[in-house]
Nanobody
Framework: QVQLVESGGGLVQAGGSLRLSCAASGSIFSINRMSWYRHVPGNQRELVAGRTSGGSTNYADSVKGRFTIASDNAKNTVYLQMNSLKPEDTAVYYC????????????????WGQGTQVTVSS
């Protein structure tokens, strides 16, 4: 079994910063990619930032220049540094990972964290 555990959400004023963390644990053989998504009720879940095991990154246009995704491969952990936060960044942020387990080394599975609330006040 694989688990993704997120932390770091909270309430912050506009212009402030938060750092989200997501740690993957379990029978992990390899991780192809880890990403952050966010969801606002009434909207679709959207990709915020993603990072491959090779270090390639991509960002939503709305967060470019403000958010940075980084990882510690040895700890199977991905981070999202969020600076210059805006009220429109308010959402539940979810960690996502594409993982191959020891039990099924030829199959890549998709895993989600439980979500962490980020609220930015104006």
């Amino acid at each position: 079994q694989v688990q993704l555990v997120e932390s770091g959400g909270g309430l912050v004023q506009a212009g402030g910063s938060l750092r989200l963390s997501c740690a993957a644990s379990g029978s992990i053989f390899s991780i192809n990619r880890m990403s952050w998504y966010r969801h606002v009720p009434g909207n679709q879940r959207e990709l915020v930032a993603g990072r491959t095991s090779g270090g390639s990154t991509n960002y939503a246009d709305s967060v470019k220049g403000r958010f940075t995704i980084a990882s510690d491969n040895a700890k199977n952990t991905v981070y999202l540094q969020m600076n210059s936060l805006k009220p429109e960044d308010t959402a539940v942020y979810y960690c996502h990972a594409e993982i191959t387990t020891y039990e099924a080394r030829h199959t890549m599975f998709s895993y989600w964290g439980q979500g962490t609330q980020v609220t930015v006040s104006s």
